[in-house]
């Protein structure tokens, strides 16, 4: 796609995050396996139901437009992704696997918190303010989860982890 205006650099965010969202999809049930800690385990669930629900967001986005979802690469979280499944391979203990879990995951998080705010910034401009809410929501729940994952951490993950 030539991109050559605000409404279709809009589109490539929101293909951006189609294929982040599908990457996810695929990498969150390995991290749910890796993972050791019960607590944990539940909170990673939870974000993949959500995750689900965010792909079938951006798929509803795409109704109103004349582009399809696919046909991009999000090359940003395959690297993101790529990062964590290297760094738990190299992990041998399982305290430290699940603080090393959390922190792939937050880096992901924190991607998608950015670009989200991106594509809603874009909606707003463009006049696609129910667009905007949308992705609001989901820029909301993507930040819950960052803080959700934050609290796991810190409530005993690391601890757990320093103290192997």
């Given at each position: 796609m030539h991109i050559d205006t605000l409404h279709k650099l809009y589109v490539h965010e929101l293909k951006d995050l189609y294929s982040a969202e599908s990457q996810i999809?695929?990498?969150?049930?390995?991290?749910?396996?890796?993972a050791t800690d019960k607590e944990l385990r539940a909170v990673l669930e939870e974000h993949l139901a959500e995750s689900e629900e965010h792909l079938?967001?951006?798929?509803?986005?795409?109704?109103?437009?004349?582009?399809?979802p696919g046909g991009h690469r999000c090359?940003?979280?395959?690297?993101?992704?790529?990062?964590?499944?290297?760094?738990?391979?190299?992990?041998t203990d399982d305290s430290v696997k699940n603080a090393a879990i959390i922190s792939g995951c937050q880096r992901v998080e924190h991607y998608e918190m950015a670009a989200y705010g991106v594509a809603r910034a874009f909606a707003a401009k463009i006049g696609r303010h129910d667009d905007a809410a949308?992705?609001?929501?989901?820029?909301?729940?993507?930040?819950?989860?960052?803080r959700e994952l934050t609290r796991v951490a810190e409530h005993h993950i690391n601890f757990t982890a320093l103290t192997t």
């Open positions: 999809l695929k990498a969150l049930p390995k991290m749910i396996e890796a079938a967001r951006i798929v509803r986005l795409f109704e109103g437009l004349e582009f399809e090359r940003g979280i395959e690297g993101l992704i790529a990062e964590a499944s290297d760094v738990l391979a190299d992990v949308v992705l609001t929501t989901t820029i909301e729940e993507e930040g819950a989860m960052d």
